[in-house]
């Protein structure tokens, strides 16, 4: 059953919300520039509170982020803007929400493990659509967010490198990857951070 997001954010229940940016962000921005962005605009799906928001469009870009819940848009709101910041209430997947809509660069944490694994080729299948020849997707995906001996139920749903790389690659090709050295508590080593580029001429179903 898939998880009532509206619900969470509504009474509190958001134990992935740790009221700061994630970790591997700083550190990509850090090592690859704000230019890794295009300038711009850049969209964070599953945005939450918007703390990935804020920390991008304190760079100076156009950054909109998209989350299912509307509680949770309303509180991103309502925190002291970076900059240029927007949210909307929207579903990424939905192709009616992305017709029409282009962005420089989406930003990815916890939407693609959040989302049920059936899904994950209509998640790249979008990324591709929002995105134009050359557009970057980068994000950091949760790879083991169970111990050893823990049932494997999510969300978060674990992947692998060798997953993402073969769901983005009928559109995009891998340009950088590493294990990032910055975390949250708990999640050192189990994560991995992506940079991927739009191809040209790879059309979208």
Known sequence: MARDWEHCYRTGETPWDKGMAAPPLEEMIGRAGPALFRNGPVLVPGCGLGHDVRVIAALGLETLGLDLSETAVALARGIQPAGRESYETGDFLDPAWAAGRRCAAIWEHTCFCAIDPSLRDAYASACAALLDEGGILCGVFYLTPHDPGEEHEGPPFETSIEE????????????????PAAAYPGREGREWIGIFRRL?????A
């Open 200 to 204: 040209p001429h790879a059309p979208v």
């Open 164 to 179: 993402l790389e073969r769901r983005f690659s009928p559109w995009f090709e891998k340009i950088d990857g590493w294990v």
